[in-house]
C-alpha cells in the first residue's frame, strides 16, 4: 500500500510563496494535488503523470507549479502568488497508472495523504 505524507504548507501574505512536498511510501506513475477549504468540495489544483505530463486547474494556472524529483521520488507543488482563496487544506493523491484522461478527477486516485494546511491571509 502507498503512503502519502504531505509537507510545508502554513501561514503567508497575499503575494506570497510556499512549497509543499509529498513524500510517497512507494512508487507512483500519476500524483496529483488536491485541496479542500470549509464547506466546500475537493478541487483538484494541479496533477503529472509518468512523463511529466502536467495538468492544472485554470484557477492556478501561471502560478502553480507541480514538479516531482524522480530520483528521491518527491513530488512537490510551488505556489507562488497566493491569494487568500488559496486558503485549503492540501492533500496529495496518487495512481498506479502512467496516465489518465482525468487527472484532476478526485475518483482517480486511491492514494492519499492526511494533508497539509495553506492559509493565506490579505
Known amino acids: 500500500q502507498v503512503q502519502l505524507v504531505e509537507s510545508g504548507g502554513g501561514s503567508v501574505q497575499a503575494g506570497g510563496s510556499l512549497r509543499l512536498s509529498c513524500a510517497p511510501s512507494?512508487?507512483?506513475?500519476?500524483m496529483a494535488w488536491f485541496r479542500q477549504a470549509p464547506g466546500k468540495e475537493r478541487e483538484g489544483v494541479a496533477a503529472?503523470?509518468?512523463?511529466?505530463?502536467?495538468t492544472y486547474a485554470d484557477s492556478v494556472k501561471g502560478r502553480f507549479a507541480i514538479s516531482k524529483d524522480n530520483a528521491k521520488n518527491i513530488l512537490y507543488l510551488q505556489m507562488n502568488s497566493l491569494k487568500p482563496e488559496d486558503t485549503a487544506m492540501y492533500y496529495c493523491?496518487?495512481?498506479?497508472?502512467?496516465?489518465?484522461?482525468?487527472?484532476?478527477?478526485?475518483?482517480?486516485?486511491?492514494?492519499w495523504g492526511q494533508g497539509t494546511q495553506v492559509t493565506v491571509s490579505s
Open positions: 493523491a496518487a495512481r498506479l497508472l502512467a496516465t489518465m484522461t482525468f487527472p484532476l478527477r478526485a475518483y482517480q486516485y486511491n492514494y
Open positions: 512507494g512508487y507512483s506513475y500519476s
Open positions: 503529472i503523470d509518468r512523463y511529466s505530463s502536467t
